[in-house]
């Protein structure tokens, strides 16, 4: 007995949502508003509003602001930066459990090293108290490409 009601609780959802698909035949009840089932098909035509497109509009007197070649693009959030400079640190095999608060004010740190003035080797220098030397070398390169890539003149080649 229970197999039959659930089987045609079943077909009447089917058959609900297909008449649904179909044309909007079913309404829901409690919107106050009659409708009708089917629409005749001998209503008066109605004509749709007609927007200006670009070439229909009039030319503006303004001149179109162009942008300054010599400002940079708008970038991702600071914390978005941070969050694909972490990740990306992750992804080494030795890196892989490093917190990334700590991660994360590192790569900051050196990219405020390098703003200073401070060197490439100086900048990296800062990690290795909790790293070595080739983690930290590691860590300053994704900083410098996902934190402050102005600085990426600095990257020794």
């Known amino acids: ?4 009601i659930v089987t045609a609780l079943i077909a009447l959802i089917a058959v609900v949502g297909i008449i649904g698909l179909l044309g909007g035949l079913a309404t829901l009840p409690g919107d106050g508003a009659e409708r009708s089932v ?5 209503s008066t035509p109605t004509f ?11 030319p503006s007197m303004e001149p179109t ?17 941070e969050a694909v400079f972490t990740a990306s640190v992750k992804q080494r095999k030795a890196l ?4 990334s ?21 100086e900048a990296a220098a800062l990690g290795t108290s ?10 300053a390169r994704v900083a410098i ?13």
């Open 130 to 139: 909790g790293f070595d030397l080739n983690a930290s070398e590691y860590i």
């Open 96 to 99: 892989k459990d490093a917190d």
């Open 145 to 157: 490409v996902n934190l402050c890539p102005h600085q990426r003149d600095k990257i020794p080649v």
């Open 1 to 4: 007995m229970a197999i039959i």
């Open 101 to 121: 608060y700590k991660l994360g004010r590192l790569g900051w740190n050196i990219c405020k090293a390098l703003e200073e003035g401070k060197g490439f080797a």
């Open 65 to 81: 602001p162009t942008p300054d070649p010599l400002t940079p693009a708008p970038d991702p959030s600071a914390s978005a930066r």
């Open 48 to 58: 749709a509003k007609v927007f200006p497109t670009v070439d229909d509009a009039e």
């Open 38 to 42: 089917a629409k005749s098909a001998a």
